[in-house]
């Protein structure tokens, strides 16, 4: 009968050694040069409501075309003259539209002012509300204001080195004649698009944008106007 050798002891693996790694108390602060600083000295002081970090500033506010303007001005200069129109021939045509006892002049006009006050805060809000939709280019982000109404207002902050595709969109004669039109941004990861309405020249702030786009993507600085 043959005997089975016995199994040998295997040898321990040797105990896992920690190892220490120092680490600095403060993380290195980034170099920012006098350009650099003077820019954002004066991105604070022209544009005090950003929060822009140490080294970020401004390269471009992008503002909307007046050409959206014209719509809320037309509708509030419409109203007003019909108000005025109205309580002028008011007297007149009391009697055709079968009121025995009209109201007097001094209640007409009263009533009529205040609906023209009226329309004209209503044509105020309206473009104060256009004209505080705003976009602006940094060199580290896009930021864009979205004020939806009086009391209703956002921000949206996207990186540059989310941004993945940057496009502008001009359509019909009007758009190219007064060159104005709407700008796109698409980010990488959860595909969210971002879009900018009645854009001045918006050939010139894409081009803009994507240079900006490349340089912080790769590392160079932003300097352009």
């Not at 604070?44 to 970020?56: G, K, V, W, Y």
């Amino acid at each position: 009968m043959n005997e089975q050798p016995l199994p040998q002891p295997q040898p321990e693996a040797p105990a896992p050694q920690p190892v220490y790694m120092s680490r600095a108390v403060e993380p290195a602060e980034p170099v920012v040069t006098p350009e650099v600083k003077r820019r954002h000295e004066q991105s604070m002081r022209d544009f005090p409501f950003l929060n822009l970090s140490e080294a970020e500033y401004v390269i471009s506010a992008v503002r909307r075309h007046p050409i959206g303007l014209v719509f809320p001005v037309m509708i509030t200069a419409f109203l007003v003259l019909f108000v005025t129109m109205g309580m002028i021939l008011f007297p007149s045509f009391a009697p055709s539209l079968g009121i025995l006892n009209p109201p007097s002049d001094g209640m007409v006009t009263l009533i009529g002012s205040l609906l023209i006050f009226l329309f004209l805060v209503g044509g105020y809000i309206a473009v104060w509300v256009y004209m505080n939709n705003k976009f602006f280019l940094t060199n580290e982000s896009v930021i864009q204001e979205i004020q939806v109404s009086l009391f209703s207002r956002h921000e949206q902050t996207v990186s540059l080195i989310n941004i993945e595709d940057a496009s502008f969109q001009q359509q019909g004669l009007l758009q190219t004649l007064l060159d104005y039109g709407s700008i796109r941004l698409s980010t990488e990861g959860d595909e969210t698009t971002y879009r900018f309405n009645y854009v001045t020249n918006p050939k010139q702030q894409i081009a803009t944008l994507n240079n900006a786009v490349e340089a912080f993507k790769n590392g160079r600085p932003v300097l352009n106007d």
